[in-house]
């Protein structure tokens, strides 16, 4: 790799996929130097019409898609069909997320393709694989948070349970699907033969929820809604100060003694019904007192200020503008500008990981429909 030079240069990645979970994807390789060559159908993909918009754009695509180039194909069009075979042989990765079987009728299956392209990596997204009782079923973030269990463990305990604030199922997906493609890539460079991927968003998301795959494979236990507390460990969640919330994380018997000379209550380090993490769930009543106790007189900055002075994790809840305009976020590169024709300069996500000799920026913005077509085209010869 010549310095300076993104992990994925060099890299083809033929991207069948809409929506969320296989754009979010194919969006982290372009973020590293993959050329992604977005097939879209006549209409494009369904995130173009779905906002928020800004200037007739939508920003939801232009954040799923960044980085990538657009061609129009109709799959209905044997002329089409036939430019995405030639695209499919001459990439290193295919990614898809059509209904299983859809793309065998097309002559698009990793089989088909894997015999004139050995090397290729094909990744199938889907909400449940490409086997299993619900293989054919439809799938949105939504449905698979319900039925992967993550919806019933999110809200208080008394009240319903309640979808997490983000795409979380689609985003897990994406995450998978990548990681995934990275795995059966570093393959290839040792084999010479590609792999088939088969990602499941339900699979991605009952995987990302190891505390309760620990409570319910191995102790046969039904974990239950816990709200803002933590399901195995006190004083580990969200309480109020007199003005505004604080987040605290005690997970070992020294943090604990050190919050409890913080909120003054020293005493509480040597009394038995503290003496181990489970315990101190069990009685976690009487922490949320104390706590009340102690932080009824501050605001939710003089906590956190005090409990980190002592070296206890803590912290103030931010919004997600708060979250997204920090300097912590701006130190970190995750968001950088990009160059939008229609728009002008506006920032986009930027995957997270920092790779020595490879720069972060300098990307391109979402392709507008088809934006590439000729120029993809002119590189097959046509």
């Not at 996929?17 to 973020?31: E, F, H, I, K, S």
């Not at 973030?141 to 309640?162: C, F, H, K, N, R």
């Not at 590169?333 to 996500?349: C, F, K, M, N, T």
Request: net charge negative; glycine share 10%.
């Amino acid at each position: 790799m010549t310095e300076n030079a993104r992990p994925l240069a060099g890299i083809t990645v033929l991207d069948f996929t809409r929506v969320l979970a296989g754009p979010y994807a194919t969006a982290l390789m372009a973020d590293l130097g993959a050329d992604v060559i977005k097939v879209e159908a006549p209409g494009g993909d369904e995130y173009r019409h779905i906002g928020p918009f800004l200037g007739g754009e939508s920003a939801l695509f232009q954040t799923a898609n960044r980085g990538k180039r657009s061609i129009v194909l109709d799959l209905r069009s044997p002329a089409d069909l036939a430019v995405a075979r030639d695209l499919a042989l001459r990439a290193d990765v295919v990614v898809e997320n059509f209904r299983p079987g859809v793309m065998a009728r097309l002559g698009l299956d990793a089989a088909t393709l894997q015999m004139d392209n050995p090397g290729l990596v094909y990744a199938s997204v889907s909400g449940f694989g490409q086997n299993g009782p619900h293989a054919v079923r439809p799938a949105y973030d939504i449905i698979v948070q319900a039925m992967s269990g993550l919806m019933d463990l999110t809200g208080e305990p008394a009240a319903a349970p309640t979808m997490v604030g983000e795409a979380l199922a689609d985003v897990a997906g994406g995450l998978f699907a990548a990681w995934g493609i990275m795995v059966a890539l570093f393959d290839r460079s040792r084999t010479g033969r590609g792999r088939v991927v088969d990602l499941a968003l339900f699979d991605a998301l009952l995987s990302m929820m190891p505390s309760a795959a620990s409570r319910v494979l191995v102790c046969d236990a039904d974990p239950a809604r816990t709200g803002n507390r933590h399901a195995l460990s006190a004083p580990f969640g969200v309480y109020p100060a007199g003005q505004g919330h604080f987040a605290v994380a005690v997970l070992n018997d020294k943090l604990f003694a050190g919050f409890c000379a913080v909120i003054g209550q020293p005493g509480l380090a040597g009394d038995p019904r503290m003496a181990s993490d489970e315990s101190r769930r069990t009685h976690e009543p009487v922490l949320a007192g104390a706590i009340a106790q102690w932080a009824g007189g501050l605001t939710a900055a003089q906590a956190v200020a005090a409990l980190s002075a002592a070296g206890v994790p803590a912290s103030e809840l931010a919004s997600v503008r708060d979250a997204w305009r920090s300097d912590q976020a701006r130190a970190r590169g995750l968001a950088s500008p990009v160059d939008h024709p229609l728009l002008g300069p506006i920032s986009l996500p930027e995957q997270p990981v920092h790779f020595s000799g490879s720069p972060r920026g300098a990307r391109r913005a979402a392709p507008g429909l088809d934006e590439h077509g000729a120029e993809i085209r002119a590189e097959l010869g046509m």
